[in-house]
């Protein structure tokens, strides 16, 4: 392979790479991904617990999630029924998650994010991004 050829083709790598990762900023919410999406930076999972819709802030896991900056929170949906991952402040809004999918989002600016389910507003929690 000519040092061109080889040039060419770890550009075009780091194109699809670069053009699947999530985005900190969606326009609009985002569909939920199955697990196998990947993200460039570190990753940590906000699990959502069987019967996750009765509890308050332990629904989402660990509460609240301290991750670095850049970090991508995976939201997996453990659960029998329907959640959502959604930003009080409109940061983000994953749409329906539904059982056994994840939803991921990339936090790219340190600050305090508070979050809830649309459908089962008593489910928050928090990520601290430092």
């Given at each position: 392979?000519?040092?061109?050829?080889f040039a060419i083709a770890i550009t075009m790598l780091f194109a699809?790479?670069?053009?699947?990762?999530?985005?900190?900023?969606?326009?609009?919410?985002?569909?939920?991904?199955?697990?196998?999406?990947?993200?460039?930076?570190?990753?940590?999972?906000?699990?959502?617990?069987?019967?996750?819709?009765?509890?308050?802030?332990?629904?989402f896991g660990t509460n609240p999630l301290t991750v670095a900056v850049?970090?991508?929170?995976?939201?997996?949906?453990?659960?029998?029924?329907?959640?959502t991952s959604t930003a009080d402040a409109s940061q983000w809004n994953?749409?329906?998650?539904?059982?056994?999918?994840?939803?991921?989002?990339?936090?790219?600016?340190?600050?305090?994010?508070?979050?809830?389910?649309?459908?089962?507003?008593?489910?928050?929690?928090?990520?601290?991004?430092?």
């Amino acid at each position: 392979m000519s040092f061109r050829s080889f040039a060419i083709a770890i550009t075009m790598l780091f194109a699809a790479a670069c053009g699947s990762s999530s985005s900190s900023s969606p326009s609009s919410p985002s569909t939920p991904t199955t697990p196998s999406s990947t993200s460039t930076g570190p990753s940590v999972t906000a699990g959502i617990p069987g019967g996750a819709s009765g509890l308050t802030s332990t629904a989402f896991g660990t509460n609240p999630l301290t991750v670095a900056v850049g970090t991508t929170v995976a939201w997996t949906n453990n659960d029998s029924t329907a959640h959502t991952s959604t930003a009080d402040a409109s940061q983000w809004n994953s749409g329906t998650i539904n059982p056994g999918q994840t939803f991921r989002f990339t936090f790219t600016a340190a600050g305090t994010y508070s979050y809830h389910c649309t459908i089962h507003p008593n489910m928050i929690g928090r990520v601290t991004v430092q």
